[in-house]
């Protein structure tokens, strides 16, 4: 014959916890019909190993919906009322059935359950400020900003890739031209992302952001956007073609983030494809500051005239080999940065699940 476990309950104005005292409950059966519940599972419970089963018909509707998790130790149900309220009392009968007890470690009364909802909603608002985006020109404010961004780059990524497949390797040597104008546009708007950090906009380091952008910024005007030579190399589009592949994926996750949904696909590769990205990119990058050299050398843009007496000028390119170096040390910074962020966002979110 079935036995009765203890089963201990709290609730919330939404929800009604059940835990039912079985160690290493197995075959659990847990459905509600007609606003009665009925509990079926074989474990160890006070009467040692053996079948265990009860039934509580509720005071007023719940949700059909359940949801349950077996631990070592115990079952935990959870229900959610069908209207939102404070039950006098859990289930219909005048004396509450012997086996059932309040739970206390997740007992409240009515009042400390509103205020756990007003604390709740506090640190939302704490975090994110109000959450509608016309409340809060914060929240606007960066919406806006990385809904263009994103546009921006996906319209140079798609492009990019139409182009490759109607073109072929003829695109390789065209792209600064058919691409530039909305690269220049979205990456001079990506300064904006330097200052976030620095007046505490989003939670980051400046100097992270700070690499990124005047890395970038140095190749796309200072090596692509003066010299006419370097623009119809293919290094340019291996540069666009990176920059953008990652932009696709970083902007529309923030995008989401601001709207408090999680997309765990899309946070994984958020915090993955820098991994193959990041020194492909500095590759490139690296690739086109040495193309660039020679044309610095021939043409002397950029040369830093000597006094009269030395009587000539130092090339740019000497400042491009330091730069060379710097590249170096500004991908093991932002190498490094992008670690602890993956580390923070997808390992630590494993454990605590
Ligand atoms: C001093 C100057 C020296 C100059 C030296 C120059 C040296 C040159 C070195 C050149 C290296 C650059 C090479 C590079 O250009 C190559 C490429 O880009 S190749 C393509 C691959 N690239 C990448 O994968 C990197 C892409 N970029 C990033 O990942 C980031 O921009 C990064 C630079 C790493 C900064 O990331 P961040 O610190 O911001 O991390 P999170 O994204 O996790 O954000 C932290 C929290 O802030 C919130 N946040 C950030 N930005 C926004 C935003 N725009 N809108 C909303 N919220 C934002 C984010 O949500 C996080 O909040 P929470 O922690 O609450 O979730």
Redesign the pocket.
């Known amino acids: 014959m079935a036995l009765t476990p203890h089963v201990y309950w709290a609730q919330r104005h939404d929800d009604i916890y059940l835990r039912v005292e079985l160690t290493d409950a197995q075959n659990i059966s847990v459905k509600v019909h007609e606003n009665v519940l009925r509990f079926r599972a074989q474990g160890r419970g006070a009467k040692g190993q053996n079948e265990y089963e009860f039934s509580l018909e509720f005071l007023l509707p719940v949700k059909p919906e359940i949801s349950y998790k077996s631990t070592q130790r115990q079952v935990n149900i959870t229900l959610q009322k069908e209207q939102r309220g404070w039950w006098e009392k859990l289930t219909v009968h005048e004396r509450k059935p012997v086996f059932l007890a309040p739970d206390f470690d997740r007992w409240l009364d009515e009042s400390d359950a509103e205020m756990e909802i007003q604390e709740r909603e506090e640190k939302l608002k704490a975090k994110h400020g109000p959450d509608n985006a016309f409340d809060n020109p914060k929240l606007g404010f960066?919406f806006s900003?990385?809904l263009v961004q994103f546009l921006g780059f996906s319209w140079i990524f798609i492009n990019m890739t139409v182009r490759l497949f109607i073109f072929g390797q003829d695109f390789l040597y065209d792209t600064f031209h058919s691409i530039s104008k909305v690269m220049f546009f979205c990456q001079i708007l990506a300064s904006v992302?330097v200052l976030?950090?620095a007046f505490g906009v989003?939670?980051?380091?400046v100097?992270?952001?700070?690499?990124?952008v005047?890395?970038?910024n140095?190749i796309l005007f200072i090596i692509f956007g003066s010299l006419e030579e370097m623009q119809n190399k293919p290094v340019v589009f291996f540069v666009f073609y990176?920059?953008s592949?990652?932009e696709i994926i970083?902007y529309p996750f923030?995008l989401l983030?601001?709207c408090d949904i999680e997309w765990k696909t899309l946070t994984w590769l958020r915090y993955t494809?820098?991994i193959p990205?990041?020194p492909?990119?500095?590759l490139a990058?690296a690739v086109a500051v040495i193309q660039a050299i020679p044309m610095f050398d021939e043409t002397k843009l950029f040369s830093i005239p000597l006094p009269k007496p030395i009587g000539t000028s130092v090339s740019f390119s000497y400042i491009l080999y330091i730069y060379l170096v710097?590249?170096v040390?500004?991908?093991y910074i932002?190498f490094c940065?992008?670690y602890k962020?993956r580390m923070r966002?997808i390992h630590t979110k494993k454990k605590a699940t």
């Not at 989003?202 to 380091?205: E, H, I």
């Open positions: 960066l900003y990385n992302e976030n950090a989003v939670r980051t380091r100097l992270p952001s700070l690499i990124q005047v890395g970038r140095f990176l920059w592949s990652i970083r923030y983030s601001y494809v820098w990205l990041y492909l990119g500095v990058e710097l590249m040390l500004g991908l932002n940065h992008l962020l966002r």
